[in-house]
């Protein structure tokens, strides 16, 4: 038998995002899970473009990062009750705030390799419906009452129960290597880097500036599906101004000097869900679809968060996009002037000026504001955790089509864990 030939690796096409509005925890989303959330993105971009028969989509994969125990399959379970076909095969993905990201590249390498033709990529994430375990301590009781060869021994287990092991387990917003919440090591680094509290509140008044404009010129009028009563992002504050933000108190980095991070300029918890299509050329010609924009590189990159170089702010939490564009712009051979948007997570403000200030550092060029965020971002929109790259790839992809002719476009996303993941998009 001849060997297969090789399979080269084909240009992968961004056709279409769909998502639900974004919405503050314990809000309107209260009593939404994660695949009903993710359900109604994947319907919305399912039913938009006629992907339900068998075979048109060639694989689903999206992810949670708080998840419950029935979350265990969570995208192929969301396949199941969706218009998509059930034959679609699924798989999970997670990596913290880089999850959506990080689908979009797995979904992404498939299809570049000539393994599928198209796929799904997304994320959900809700803080209100966060999952509650079990103490630890209770745990370890009910174990060994299950281990118990006789109903004595059960018994004698479970006598050990004690008031104080009813408390249930809360998911904490902390680093398990340190202790210390995301914006407690955001702070640390807005300070080793000299970040001020006016140009975070200029930063964060911006995002919801441009949101709204954005909303307004119907540029989302593709990309979000209404759900429970909400069509926009209801974080978004329209009227927000750096003198209404400068009244906010701080809310981390209190044990140091001058803090400077407020609810104003760091995301709120959020619940929500985000999709985009992905398709090789030859896919989307088959069916008429003209692509948004193309993914054509991407680099992950982790930073030691905990024994590095915390207090110069070079290895802080958030910090590993500064490693990670540096690396894909040199294996690209780019640099930050040859592109015409920027798109960067906020996560907090303050850790967007820090990896500003890092890139100009390792000497790429200042990053044009009037190319950063041109939509508005996470200070605006929100953050549902595994949702947010995926939000972004269907924005970036839209904006450079809005453009006309050709464009690039970077993404970077931080995550939790100091890991960062980043890509390029470029429509020619």
Known sequence: MSPLPPQLPRRVAVIAGARVPFARSDGPYATASNQEMLTAALDGLVERHG?????????????????????????????????????????????????????????????????????????????????????????????????????????????????????????????????????????VTARAWGVTREAQDELAATSHRRL???????????????????????????????????????????????????????????????????ASEEWAEARGLEPLAHLTAYETAAVDFVDGDIAGGEDGLLMAPAYAVPRMLERAGLGIEDFDLVEIHEAFASQVLATLAAWEKQGLAPVDRARLNVAGSSLATGHPFAATGARIVATLAGLLA???????????????GGQGVTAILERT
């Open 402 to 416: 809005e453009r006309g002719g050709p464009g690039r476009g970077l993404i970077s996303v931080c995550a939790a």
């Open 212 to 278: 709204a404009a954005a909303y307004e010129r119907g540029f989302f009028q593709d990309l979000v599906i209404p759900f429970r009563g909400l069509s926009r992002d209801q974080n978004l504050r329209p009227g927000s101004t750096v003198e209404k933000l400068a009244a906010l108190k701080p809310v981390f980095g209190l044990s140091g000097p001058a803090p400077t991070m407020t609810a104003g300029n760091s995301t709120p918890l959020t619940d929500g869900a985000a999709t985009v299509l992905l």
């Open 51 to 187: 992907l339900q028969g068998p075979g048109e989509v060639g694989e689903f994969v999206a992810g949670a990062v708080l998840k419950h125990s029935r979350d265990y399959n969570l995208a192929r379970e969301t396949v199941l009750g969706s218009a998509l076909h059930p034959s679609t095969p699924a798989y999970d993905i997670q990596q913290a705030c880089g999850t959506g990201l990080q689908a979009v590249i797995a979904a992404a390498n498939k299809i570049a390799l000539g393994q599928t033709g198209s796929a799904i990529a997304g994320g959900a994430d809700t803080a209100s419906d966060a999952p509650l375990g079990v103490n630890d301590r209770l745990r370890r009781i009910l174990l060994e009452a299950r281990r118990a060869k006789s109903l004595g021994g059960r018994m004698k287990a479970l006598a050990k129960v004690r008031p104080g092991h009813l408390v249930p387990d809360i998911p904490r917003n902390a680093e398990p290597r340190t202790g210390l919440s995301m914006g407690e090591h955001a702070a």
